[in-house]
């Protein structure tokens, strides 16, 4: 069985949401974000997570599977995401 490690992420504000997990994924398996093999569009439309948080005024979380990962995005009251990826490989 594979161990599963965690990782957190937190954007800041100009960045877009989809970037952000993007950054994320490659940060947690020790790649190189332009070098990974992985596109965030083959699992996911980019321009609707991007816009669950525009806002920044919702309490939500969201949760996908991609890449090996399992990427959890919880925004607190004011709509501030954080990222949890929760790498299987």
Same mark, same amino acid.
């Given at each position: 069985?594979?161990?599963t490690?965690?990782?957190?992420? @937190?954007?800041d504000?100009?960045?877009?949401?989809? +970037?952000?997990?993007v950054t994320a994924v490659? =940060?947690a398996?020790?790649? *190189?974000?332009?070098?990974? @093999?992985?596109?965030?569009?083959d699992?996911?439309? +980019?321009d609707a997570l991007d816009?669950?948080? =525009?806002?920044?005024?919702l *309490?939500m979380?969201?949760?996908f599977?991609?890449?090996?990962?399992?990427?959890?995005?919880?925004?607190?009251?004011d709509?501030n995401?954080?990222?949890?990826?929760?790498s299987?490989r």
């Open positions: 069985m594979r161990n490690q965690e990782f957190y992420y @937190e954007p504000e100009t960045e877009q949401l989809s +970037t952000a997990v490659a =940060q398996h020790d790649e *190189d974000v332009l070098e990974q @093999e992985w596109l965030i569009s699992d996911i439309n +980019t816009g669950l948080f =525009q806002e920044r005024n *309490d979380t969201i949760q599977e991609a890449d090996g990962t399992t990427a959890t995005i919880i925004a607190d009251r709509g995401p954080r990222i949890k990826i929760e299987h």
